[in-house]
Structure formats: structure tokens, C-alpha cells
């Protein structure tokens, strides 16, 4: 395959290049980003779900902008309060009407115990950077003054948000630091040199600050709104594909190093060799995460939207920015291990020791790999997804901690309130028809504003729950009876079972189509029918045994009693679309090689070429991907920790045994149709 390699082709030329890039990437970061949009809804979700158009009918009503700061009020033991305890309750609220929209705070509301008191606190959320001031505000007035043994925790959702907020707070840095340790380290260790891994480093932090500008600038425009989780992923899925594609690259330009005196005649033909898989795989990684554009989440979107940014822009300094600074310091960037003409490669003999031994044996190889990772997928049974608002924190926020506490003395779902949206004249059966439905504990018809009622209920179940979520389906079924109602069931339990819901919806659309990107892909650039079906059921399996590991790494090491709704969908996206990454290297030189002679010595050849490279790609992604476990969300250390298995399984297992095991029992059929002995003759001229 041709690739244009002139900003290789001397000294000069690569300096320009780099300074033109400084220059641009200056002019990039100079530019202020436009504001960020604000989502019709907070959940982002369309209004076809009840509660999301709930939401927006909510607007419309006096003080739509009002939601409670409760504050729990209760003794560390689980004693009553006393009455000492009871007037430090009344005092506190008294203080705590500053913060209160109106200036007011209801009374103290205490347990049928007595063990917790309950104060409501009506918050402004018009302003969202000033909920968090707010509910700190809350917090230290309610804290004060405590008698020994006394504790206030401050819930509901300004709270929940606050505590959100929070957690992210500098999560970012500690996210970039650790992922740019890891990369550093593990660079480190693979080129064995003082000065070459810096600079893969500068170009893969560079692409990252690069991308996380150009989202700012780009995104508003397309009306998407980035989150702190879609930045942390992209930042990691930026270090990994940038990565990976300078360890491929550098790999065959210290090969070319070896038979050329010119560096730059080196790096050209290291270009016109790599370019193809590297263009392959960036296309098949943009392409799908690009997919998630169909998606309903908006968290997905703009997953999808930063990363396909992330991923283009580490391809374009891969093929590029990478190239020029190479050449531009010359071959001693390798010292102490600098490669000479002449010099026979020192890597390679212990993979090549792995393809022969899978060569000699390759169908009792190939079933025992086959048969390993079948028996981890054992491992999805029964899996379970769907997390409750209080199990989506790594470390127990405290709105979190005083929504336990309330629920030890008060409806569980009283943090959480069920908001239905209905007409004036049709509230009062509303309300009938929601206090007759078990798992309802109270209904309380609230504002009305034109031809908008609103109506409260408070559950017996946890926020989050499988018991909350049978409750509201059953409410939005009862609901829907009620002729001229025109009900509609909201509030935050009922946008997270809308979530869960269009998870479900947002997998079975999306899942077929990123198989049917990755299929044609490979299809694309292997020019075969067989092999592409091979690589996708490779790849296929994989998921399936990194998932059953790492179900049972969180239900029995770890205690997590489900997976988060979006895990699934994004587990798959980037095991799929970045293991075929492996599979894409290896079967590409493989084709290369086959041409020259056959597949079996063509995939043994490839084995034993790439077989370091591919797998100090992928321990290093694997290890990125492991960093969002930093992070505080149960479900990015659930992304992470399915990604790195199934990376670790791809790279070790499926690209090591199980792909050449398949070449070496088919041979040329590998590649049916097509044989490898009519590669192009542009291929065969890049060798010459």
C-alpha cells in the first residue's frame, strides 16, 4: 500500500512539520471554546420516555427549579433521640432557613422510633455551580454543635449531585498522571532506552491535550454535551490507541534501521508498511464508537463523539507527528540497543518458538485455547445488570450513607420521590389509583399551574432497586387505565429505570451494527471472506470469556451485586473495535508474508515479527484501561477491568495460539476466495 511519506524524506523536512505542529496545536488551544449546551432534560434521554417528558411538563410549574436538601438527623448507635437531641434538631433548622428558597424550613419530621429526625431544606437549582455551595453550606450548619454521638447527613438529589461532583474533582489530573505512569513505565521497559521512550510519550500526551481541546471546541456545535466520565474514557482510549500505533510503527522502523543506512529511507518504507493496519484500525475504532451515535443515553453519544475525535487525531500524529520526531534524532534514540545495518534482530526468537510449537500441533493447541476461554464465558452465568443509586460509588459519598440511614426508619423511597405529571381534573384518581398499588407507602397530590398537576408518592423500596422499578411499571400500567389522564411517571427512580431500559434498547441496535463495521473492515482490507469471520468469532469469544471473568472477579471478590446498565454495550465496543486491532497487525504482515511464500510460513513469520510488539501493545493497553479504576464510579472500574481481561486474553491467548492455530490447520483456505499469492504488486514493490 502506498502512503505519502515526504515529511520523512530529510532533516529539514521533519523540523518544518514539527513546528508547523506546535504552531497550529498553539493556534487550536488559543481559541475559546463556545459554551457548553444544557440538555433539554438532565438525563438526556428523549422525551419518548415517561420520564423525561415528566421533566420537561416539571418546568412548567411554579418553582420548577426547587428540589429538597434533606437532612438525617440521627444517633452513630441507632439509639432514639433524646430530647436534648430533639431541641438540638430545632435549633439547627432555625439555622438552616438561609438556605431554604423563601427563607422557610418545615418542622422536623421524626421517625414512628424516634431514631431519625427529618429536615427538608427547599434548594435552588437554577444556578447548578451553586448547588454545590449550597448543600456545603447545609452541611456545616447542620453539623455544628453536635452533642457526642450525634451525626446530620445531608441527602437527596442537590446532594447526590454535590457528592458527584465532587468525587470528579481532580479526578481528571489523577487520571491523566496515572495513565501517563503507566505508559511511561511500560515504554520504558519495552525499548529499554534512557531517551526513546519520551518521545512516543510527548507525541501520545500531546494528541490527548489535543483532543480534549478540539471536543471543547467541536462538540457544542453538534449540540453534545460532555460529561466527566466520557472525558476520563476518552483521555485513557486516547493514550491506548496512540500508544499502540507508535509501538507499531517504531517496531518496523527499528527493523528498516537494520537493512537501510538511511534513516529516512527507514522510516518511509517502516510508513508505507505500517500505514495500512494502522489507517485499519483507526477507521474500525472511529466507525464504532462512532455508532453510539444512534445511541438514546446522551452519556453514550458523547462517548462516542469525543473518542472518534481521540482516535483520528492519535492516527493523524501517528502517521505524521510520531515519524518526523523520530527521524529528526536519528537512530542513537535507541542507545543503548541501537540498531546497525547488518544487525541481526534480537527480537522475535521466543514468539517464533511459539509458532513453531503451535505449527507442530495446531489443532490439540488451538481446542485447548478454544476450550479455556469457553470455560471462563461459563463464568456469565448468572450475571446480573442494573446497579441502585447507592451501590454506583466506589467509596460511599455521604448522600449516599444518609440515604441508608433514612431508610432504616422512614419509606426507604423517601429520599427519591416518584413525581407524576397529570391534568387538574384527573389528580384525584390519580392519587386513588397510585395509594391502591402495593409497594406505594404515600401520595400527595402537589402544584398545579395551568393544566398541570403534579402528584408525589414515595415508595417502600431503595432508590435504584429492582422492587422500586416493578413498582413504577406498575404505577405507569395502573396510570394508564385512567381515561383523560394523560399520566406520565417521573422523577429520578423513574429515570433511572428509563435508563436501564434504553441500555437495553441502545445494546441490541448497536452491538449488531459495530460487528457489521468491524466485519467490513477486514473484509476491506484482507480482500477474503473466511478470515474476516474467523477474526470477528475470535474476537466474539473473547468478550464473552473476559465478561464471565470479570463476573466473577465483581460477584465474588469484590461483592458488586450487578453490572452497571452501560457496561455491557461499552465493554463490548472496545474490546471488540480495539481487540481486532491485534488481529488486524498480525493478520495484515501474515498476508504480507504469505505472499512471498504460503500462509502457514506466512503466519509464522508474522508471529514471530510482530509478536512483541502486539504484545507490549496490549499489557500497555490493558494497563490504561485498568487506571479508570481511579476513577470513582463503580461502573468505569467495571469498563476497565472487563477491557483489560479481554485485552490480556486477545493479546496472549486468541492472537498468540488461537489465530495462527486456525492458519496453520486451514493453510491458504485461510484466506478464501482470495489466496494470498495475489497481493498487489505495490505490496510486493515496498520490499524491493
Given amino acids: 500500500m502506498k502512503f505519502p511519506t515526504g515529511h520523512v524524506a530529510s532533516r529539514g523536512r521533519a523540523l518544518l512539520l514539527l513546528l508547523l505542529v506546535l504552531l497550529v496545536t498553539g493556534a487550536i488551544f488559543a481559541v475559546p471554546a463556545p459554551t457548553a449546551p444544557k440538555a433539554l432534560v438532565s438525563s438526556g434521554l428523549p422525551t419518548s420516555y415517561q ?116 468525587v470528579f474533582e481532580g479526578a481528571d489530573t489523577k487520571l491523566l498522571a496515572a495513565t501517563a505512569t503507566v505508559v511511561a513505565v511500560l515504554l520504558l ?120 475525535v481521540g482516535v483520528i487525531v492519535a492516527m493523524l500524529t501517528g502517521l505524521f507527528v510520531l515519524p518526523a520526531a523520530m527521524v529528526v534524532f536519528g537512530r542513537k534514540l535507541f542507545w543503548p540497543f541501537t540498531p546497525n545495518v547488518g544487525d541481526e534482530p534480537r527480537e522475535g526468537k521466543f514468539w517464533g518458538r511459539i509458532g513453531e510449537a503451535v505449527r507442530q500441533r495446531p489443532l490439540v493447541v488451538g481446542s485447548v485455547a478454544l476450550a479455556a476461554l469457553l470455560v471462563l464465558a461459563l463464568g456469565i452465568q448468572g450475571l446480573s445488570v442494573g446497579l441502585s443509586q447507592n451501590e454506583q460509588f466506589r467509596v460511599k459519598p455521604e448522600a449516599i450513607a444518609g440515604q441508608e440511614t433514612l431508610a432504616k426508619a422512614f419509606p426507604a423511597g423517601s429520599s427519591s420521590p416518584v413525581s407524576i405529571m397529570t391534568n387538574p381534573q384527573s389528580a384525584q384518581a390519580v392519587v386513588s389509583a397510585v395509594t391502591a398499588l402495593p409497594g406505594v407507602a404515600s401520595v400527595q397530590a402537589g402544584p398545579t399551574s395551568g393544566n398541570i398537576t403534579q402528584v408525589n408518592a414515595i415508595l417502600d423500596a431503595s432508590p435504584g432497586t429492582q422492587e422500586s422499578f416493578d413498582t ?7 396510570l394508564a387505565d385512567i381515561s383523560g389522564a394523560d399520566a406520565v411517571v417521573g422523577g429520578n427512580d423513574a429515570t433511572r429505570l428509563d435508563g436501564k431500559d434504553a441500555a437495553i434498547r441502545d445494546s441490541k441496535v448497536i452491538i449488531p451494527i459495530i460487528l457489521t463495521i468491524v466485519f467490513i473492515v477486514l473484509l476491506l482490507l484482507l480482500r477474503s471472506v473466511l478470515a474476516p469471520v474467523l477474526l470477528v468469532a475470535t474476537v466474539l469469544v473473547t468478550y464473552f470469556a473476559a465478561l464471565g471473568a470479570s463476573w466473577f472477579i465483581f460477584n465474588k471478590m469484590l461483592g458488586y451485586p450487578a453490572l452497571d446498565n452501560q457496561v455491557l454495550l461499552l465493554s463490548f465496543l ?31 513469520t508474522a508471529l514471530r515479527a510482530t509478536g512483541g510488539v502486539i504484545t507490549s501493545a496490549g499489557i500497555l493497553l490493558a494497563a490504561v484501561f485498568a487506571v479508570l479504576g481511579v476513577l470513582p464510579l463503580v461502573a468505569l472500574a467495571q469498563v476497565g477491568l472487563i477491557v483489560c481481561i479481554g485485552v490480556l486474553l486477545d493479546t496472549l491467548v486468541v492472537r498468540t495460539v488461537l489465530v495462527p492455530a486456525l492458519a496453520f490447520i486451514l493453510g491458504d483456505t485461510f484466506w478464501w476466495p482470495a489466496q494470498p499469492h ?7 514493490e515496498v520490499d524491493a
Avoid: C
Wanted: zero cysteines; aromatic letters at 6%; charged letters at 20%.
Fill in 189 to 308: 521497559v519495552t525499548y529499554r532506552s534512557p531517551w526513546l521512550w519520551l518521545v512516543p510519550l510527548t507525541v501520545v500526551g500531546i494528541s490527548e491535550q489535543l483532543t480534549t481541546k478540539l471536543v471543547a471546541l467541536i462538540a457544542p456545535h453538534f449540540g453534545i454535551v460532555i460529561d466527566p466520565a466520557a472525558a476520563g474514557i476518552t483521555s485513557v482510549l486516547v493514550f491506548g490507541a496512540a500508544t499502540d500505533y507508535a509501538l507499531l510503527l517504531i517496531a518496523r522502523y527499528r527493523d528498516q534501521l537494520r537493512t537501510h543506512e538511511s534513516r529516512f529511507e527507514a522510516m518511509s518504507i517502516a510508513l508505507r508498511k505500517t500505514a495500512e493496519p494502522i489507517l485499519a484500525s483507526a477507521i474500525t475504532v472511529t466507525l464504532a464508537l462512532l455508532s453510539l451515535l444512534f445511541a438514546q443515553q446522551e452519556g453514550l453519544r458523547a462517548i462516542g463523539f469525543s473518542g472518534a
Fill in 472 to 478: 413504577i411499571r406498575a404505577m405507569r400500567y395502573a
Fill in 678 to 684: 495475489e497481493a498487489e504488486p505495490e505490496l510486493l
Fill in 51 to 166: 420520564s423525561a417528558e415528566a421533566e420537561l411538563r416539571q418546568q412548567k410549574l411554579p418553582s420548577p427549579d426547587v428540589s429538597p436538601a434533606l437532612v438525617v438527623y440521627s444517633n452513630v448507635d441507632g439509639s432514639a433521640l433524646s430530647d436534648p437531641e430533639r431541641n438540638t434538631v430545632a435549633s439547627q433548622s432555625a439555622g438552616l432557613a438561609k438556605y431554604a428558597v423563601g427563607g422557610q424550613v418545615g418542622p422536623a419530621v421524626f421517625s414512628p422510633d424516634g431514631t431519625v429526625a427529618l429536615v427538608s431544606v427547599p434548594v435552588s437549582t437554577v444556578d447548578d455551580a451553586a448547588v454545590p455551595k449550597t448543600v456545603e453550606g447545609i452541611r456545616a450548619v447542620a453539623t455544628a454543635d453536635l452533642p457526642a454521638g450525634m451525626q446530620a447527613q445531608v441527602t437527596g438529589e442537590p446532594a447526590v449531585i454535590t457528592d458527584l461532583t465532587k
Fill in 574 to 604: 472496545f474490546l471488540v473495535a480495539l481487540g481486532v486491532d491485534y488481529n488486524i497487525f498480525l493478520a495484515t504482515r501474515a498476508r504480507e508474508e504469505a505472499a512471498l511464500s504460503d500462509t502457514r510460513d506466512g503466519m509464522l
